[in-house]
């Protein structure tokens, strides 16, 4: 069975920094690309980072580029978002999953609420 389970989100002041963690688990870690997900309520949710098996190419989106830097662990298949400069717009529920840019499991985590506000 599939599982990711998110931490790391809180709330924190424009200008601040998080650091996401995901630990997955009933697949084969190391042979999947991995990406961190943005829901916010009323949109779908979007990819907002993305690296590929074996530290691989990372890809971003535009609006985090040069702000959020995603990396992995195999050993420990773990991902993480290391999320720098917060804006109110990153605020959302961030979950992980399988994948480059688009999902790869059906199965999700409760995901983790990051909240940027004054």
């Known amino acids: 069975q599939v599982q990711f389970v998110e931490s790391g989100g809180g709330l924190v002041q424009p200008g601040g920094s998080l650091r996401l963690s995901c630990e997955a688990s009933?697949?084969?870690?190391?042979?999947?690309?991995m990406s961190w997900y943005r829901q916010v309520p009323g949109k779908e949710r979007e990819s907002v980072a993305g690296?590929?098996?074996?530290?691989?190419?990372?890809i971003y989106q535009d609006s985090v580029k040069g702000r959020f830097t995603i990396s992995r662990d195999d050993a420990k298949n773990t991902v993480w978002l290391q999320m720098n400069a917060l804006k109110p717009d990153d605020t959302g529920t961030y979950y992980c999953?399988?994948?480059?840019?688009?999902?790869?499991?059906?199965?999700w985590g409760r995901g983790t609420q990051v909240t940027v506000s004054s």
């Open positions: 999953n399988g994948g480059y840019s688009q999902p790869y499991f059906k199965d």
């Open positions: 690296i590929l098996r074996m530290g691989g190419p990372t």
């Open positions: 009933g697949f084969v870690f190391s042979s999947k690309a």
